[in-house]
Structures are given as structure tokens and as C-alpha cells.
């Protein structure tokens, strides 16, 4: 599978924007998808992720509330609504999946084997 991100932006604080992981050359159907952002100079964090198999959703510490991670299945897409956005939200954000993922490896990076390119998101303040 290959994945399209898009949706970033500049946005003010306070401000929302959605992001979208497309899949192309194949579907999402036995796959996790998950957000991860990176701010240049550190490492790239888990935000979200969703198993399409049973539509169960994992968040990052302290992300839940204001981020939420939806599927729309026939877009085979998976979305990244960001709320009440925060200057520290600034980074790039890139989807990924995992094969056949189970529960608890929905949040480890490293077990992502497909990624798209990133999409910046700039929250001013």
C-alpha cells in the first residue's frame, strides 16, 4: 500500500485543520494506520492510530480530546481532525501502517512499515 498525506497548513492558534492519509495500490482493510509528527532536531512521536479491522482507536499522552482519528471507508482514507491547535502542535506529521497490526502494537512506531511523505503544520501564535 502506499500512503498520500495532505492537509497541513498555517493555521492560527485555536485553529483547526484535518489531515488525510489516502491509500493508494491497495486498502487499508487489514492495516493500522497511524499519525506521527516531528519537529525538526527531535524525534518523531506517535499522535494517533486506528486499526481499520475493528475501528479502535489509540491517541498520544495528552493528544485525546483534542485530536481525533477517524476512517472513512469508501475513500479508504483516514483523517487527523486537529482542534484547538497549540503553537507546540507545529511539526511534521506523516501517516503510516502496519500490516495485520495487533492492539498493543498499534503504538510503536518502529512496527510501521509503509509511511507517507510528511505534511507540515504550522500553528502561529
Known amino acids: 500500500v ?4 495532505s492537509g497541513g497548513g498555517l493555521v492560527q492558534a ?3 485543520l484535518r489531515l488525510s492519509c ?3 495500490e491497495g486498502t487499508f482493510s487489514s492495516y493500522g494506520v497511524g499519525w506521527f509528527r516531528q519537529v525538526p532536531g527531535k524525534e518523531r512521536d506517535f499522535v494517533a492510530a486506528l486499526r481499520w479491522s475493528t475501528g479502535s482507536t489509540y491517541y498520544g499522552d495528552s493528544l485525546k480530546g483534542r485530536f481525533t482519528i477517524s476512517r472513512d471507508y469508501a ?3 483516514v483523517y487527523l481532525q486537529m482542534n484547538s491547535l497549540k503553537p507546540e ?3 511534521v506529521y506523516y501517516c503510516a501502517a502496519q500490516r495485520r497490526p495487533i492492539a498493543q502494537n498499534m503504538v510503536v512506531q518502529r512496527l510501521y512499515s ?3 511523505q510528511g505534511t507540515l503544520v504550522t500553528v502561529s501564535s
Do not use: I, R
Request: hydrophobic share 30%; no cysteine; glycine share 16%.
Open 114 to 116: 509503509y509511511w507517507g
Open 75 to 77: 475513500k479508504n482514507t
Open 2 to 5: 502506499q500512503l498520500q498525506a
Open 14 to 16: 485555536g485553529g483547526s
Open 89 to 91: 502542535d507545529t511539526a
Open 22 to 24: 489516502a491509500a493508494s
